[in-house]
């Protein structure tokens, strides 16, 4: 968890979720124009890489031999010859790959931040308010059933959110590592 955000007052928190909420829908749409080539989309275009090839055109040649068949003048062929020039030029394009790659990850990465410090400032924000809820009702300042009801309304947020964490994580995994944890601790007992 972000300790850092635990030190911040409710007003830089909120700035903070502001700005991360701004940034990861801008990411989002930015992944998404970049994977989005419909061939009119500019920002897709920046991946591509265009490279012209020259290809030598004997066209002319077939013109002239029609010309004169046709005996027709030559100078018009000359005119076309100047006009398309010997060379055709076809232009492709391919994808930058390695350009395309490290930008995807990029956004997904820079939304993951945003992403984790939204839910750290959530986070903070529920445990600063369980505490001063907690002193409140130490202190006598407000009663036992409105105490209940906002620790309610807390509890419920609280696990919504580990809901939400929770679905990203492999719980088979995380069983599997606590199990390693007891056994070496235990080892660790039984050598003192």
């Known amino acids: ?6 030190r911040l007052s409710n007003k830089w928190k909120a700035v903070i979720m502001s700005i991360s909420a701004v940034v990861f829908i801008v990411a989002l749409c930015l992944l998404i124009s970049a994977i989005a080539n419909d061939g009119v989309n500019k920002f897709a275009k920046v991946f591509y890489i265009q490279e012209t090839i020259q290809i030598k055109d004997d066209r002319w040649k077939d013109f002239l031999a029609y010309a004169q068949e046709e005996k027709l003048d030559p100078k018009h062929i000359n005119k076309l010859r100047e006009i398309f020039g010997e060379n055709l030029t076809i232009e492709h394009e391919y994808l930058n790959s390695l350009g395309f790659s490290f ?39 407000i009663d036992q059933s409105s105490y209940h009801t906002i620790i309610k309304l807390l509890n419920e947020q609280r696990e919504k959110n580990i809901k939400q964490k929770n679905s990203t994580i492999n719980m088979e995994l995380l069983e599997q590592q606590i199990e390693n944890e007891e056994q070496l601790a235990s080892e660790v007992i039984d050598d003192e």
């Open 103 to 141: 930008f995807n990850f990029s956004m997904v990465l820079l939304m993951f931040i945003c992403y984790n410090s939204i839910s750290a400032s959530v986070f903070m924000t529920i445990k600063l308010v369980e505490n001063n809820v907690d002193r409140l009702r130490r202190e006598s300042l």
């Open 1 to 6: 968890m972000h300790i850092w955000i635990e």
